[in-house]
């Protein structure tokens, strides 16, 4: 860490001249394939004021995401743009006061506001329908206005990455053959289920590819999102790009989520999502919305593998148990 930055970003976000600062650094965990650290402290200001403060300094270096070469630099270049621009009070990212790449182009750092709120299973319901609602809202806007930056970005995920993906995890035997095989733990109506949605893909993914194709998340769980005086905070955009309508929706729905309300919630964030994108886009009423289709093509191989090999009896139970949210979600009308 660069003293030199160091004092200039504490400069830029506190808004005072800062001469000096103490600091305690802590790692934060998650779904991160960076180093991501929570520094705090006091600084400083050259009138001999203290002032507290809470960042963010986000490393990531070079390396390569299946199916997606340019995701680990994704991030940076989304904050180097005029992104920001298209964020609203109520759902905006950390803000960046700093970014950075190296001269060899292969590490680059962010230093962001740290994202304090209500986040992970602490969210409520409402927290839920709200960040659906809001998300919603913000990608309906963006489809029907068309801003420049969206083509103007260079570094955006592809739509085909979605079925890629299950593809990918289809081809795996661990997973395919597990759940055809005598041995496999589940019960049969959920494997069923997965074998179903095999015989069906091509269908199914013919169905999703014909929804309106918009600027997703691609990783919108509830570990990603932050509540703070009833606003959104959104973090780690680095899978972000062109995706279907609902990938966002069905990840916050089902990936890892509060099983015990999954159904709850599956009926209370759909219709808020539709609402607010219709806000803003006149787009025709789509009755077959794919949402328990795309959580399936996303988690339902994810899930067997982490069935198979989960390393407690606790986490075998949560695994099967979400396995069978989504398999009672056919029998809800939205």
């Known amino acids: 860490m660069k003293q030199e930055t160091f004092i200039s970003v504490l400069t830029k976000m506190l808004g005072a001249d800062i001469t000096g600062a103490d600091c305690k650094t ?39 995401r299946f199916g997606d070469p340019g995701s680990w630099r994704r ?10 621009e298209t964020f609203t009070d109520s759902l905006r990212w950390p803000e960046c006061y700093h970014a950075e790449m190296n001269e060899n182009g292969d590490e680059w750092q962010l230093w962001l506001e740290y994202a304090d709120g209500v986040s992970g299973l602490d969210l409520s319901g409402e927290m839920y329908e709200c960040a659906a609602y809001e998300l919603g809202r913000f990608q309906g806007r963006l489809y029907a206005e068309k801003p420049n930056i ?9 739509p085909e990455n979605f079925k890629n993906f299950y593809l990918h995890y289809k081809s795996w035997h661990e997973v395919y053959d597990y759940i055809r095989s005598d ?14 949605f095999d015989t069906n893909s091509e269908e199914i993914f013919s169905r999703i590819e014909k929804l309106p194709v918009i600027l997703c998340h691609r990783d919108f769980w509830v570990t990603n999102i932050f509540f703070k005086d009833n606003k959104i905070i959104l973090i780690d ?3 972000s790009g062109w995706g279907y ?33 219709s806000e803003h886009a006149d787009t025709p009423h789509i009755a077959d919305n794919c949402i328990r289709e795309m959580i ?22 949560l695994h099967l148990d979400t396995l069978q949210k989504i398999y009672e979600m056919k029998d809800i009308k939205l």
């Open 245 to 277: 309508m609902g990938e966002d929706i069905a990840s916050l729905i089902a990936d890892e989520a509060d099983v015990e309300n999954m159904l709850e919630y599956y009926k209370r964030c759909v219709p808020a999502y539709y609402r607010g994108f």
């Open 296 to 317: 399936l093509a996303n988690l339902g191989y994810r899930l067997v593998e982490w069935y198979k090999f989960a390393e407690s009896p606790e986490s075998k139970i």
């Open 237 to 239: 955009w680095d899978t």
């Open 150 to 158: 969206l083509s103007e970005l260079p570094n955006l995920s592809r």
């Open 26 to 64: 802590t790692d934060l965990t998650g779904g991160t394939v960076g180093d991501v650290r929570h520094i705090s402290g006091t600084a400083e200001t050259s009138e001999g004021k203290k002032l507290d403060y809470n960042l963010v300094l986000k490393i990531q270096r070079k390396w390569e």
């Open 75 to 84: 991030e940076y270049d989304f904050y180097a743009s005029n992104f920001r």
């Open 183 to 196: 041995d496999c733990g589940l019960p049969r109506h959920l494997c069923q289920m997965l074998i179903d």
